[in-house]
């Protein structure tokens, strides 16, 4: 079974403050977990990759947590451009896009 | 580099036309897929290629043909369209894990 599950929000925060959402998913044998932006009416793209020892880009940070099995994405400082949907993307053990599940996303609105 | 391009950015077809939507990439990628997205829905795969002349079928196939002549190009047909076809489509290629999606097609189907 493959699932990923993403609070689909909207998440409403305002400018400056911090955010913090969570993923999970369905199997403990994941190999790898990322981050994925989508701007509204737009493509995804890859925000980042999240390692076991986490990660850390800027005022983004995602953890990962293999034992309860979820990710999280921290946004410190936020900003209007952050607004968007953030989709949580599992590799459960394909090679490549055959092993990717995504998450529905969740959407985010940083308001003035 | 133009990464992935998709054409059309629109299209409307009428229940039972066929169509070709196109997908390119100048990245040299080997891996290539074809998504759907629809609203409350992740996105879903529906075919995908690890190289020239090799397709495979992702989680949602039924009613879609691909195929792979070239490693630049990956163009998905649609047989016989369907209202449940209605959709934007997403064709990426990747490097590793990382997936680089063209802008999609947004597709309705009458």
């Known amino acids: 079974r493959k699932e990923v599950e993403q609070d689909p929000g909207p998440f409403n925060v305002p400018e400056g403050a911090t955010v913090a959402f969570n993923c999970t998913y369905s199997?403990?044998?994941?190999?790898?977990f990322f981050w994925y932006r989508q701007d509204c009416r737009k493509e995804p793209k890859l925000l980042m990759s999240?390692?076991?020892s986490g990660n850390e880009d800027g005022r983004f940070t995602a953890q990962l947590n293999r034992a309860s099995q979820y990710i999280s994405l921290l946004i410190r400082d936020s900003k209007l451009s952050d607004s968007a949907t953030y989709l949580c993307?599992?590799?459960f053990g394909g090679g490549g896009a055959d092993g990717l599940t995504f998450g529905k996303g969740t959407h985010l609105i940083i308001q003035p | 580099n133009a990464g992935v391009t998709q054409t059309p950015k629109f299209q409307v077809l009428k229940t039972g036309q066929s169509m070709t939507l196109q997908c390119a990439q100048d990245?040299?990628?080997?891996?290539m897929s074809w998504y759907r997205q629809d609203p409350g829905m992740g996105l879903r795969l529906i075919h995908y290629?690890?190289?020239?002349?090799?397709?495979d079928q992702g989680e949602v196939p039924n009613g879609y043909n691909v195929s792979r002549s070239t490693t630049e190009d990956f163009p998905l047909r649609l047989l016989s369209a369907a209202p449940s076809q209605t959709s934007v489509y997403f064709c990426?290629?990747?490097?590793?894990?990382?997936?680089?999606f063209g802008p999609g097609t947004r597709l309705t189907v009458l």
């Open positions: 290629s690890v190289g020239a002349g090799i397709t």
């Open positions: 199997n403990s044998a994941s190999q790898s």
């Open positions: 993307v599992v590799n």
């Open positions: 990426a290629s990747s490097r590793g894990n990382e997936q680089f």
């Open positions: 999240v390692y076991s």
């Open positions: 990245m040299n990628h080997e891996y």
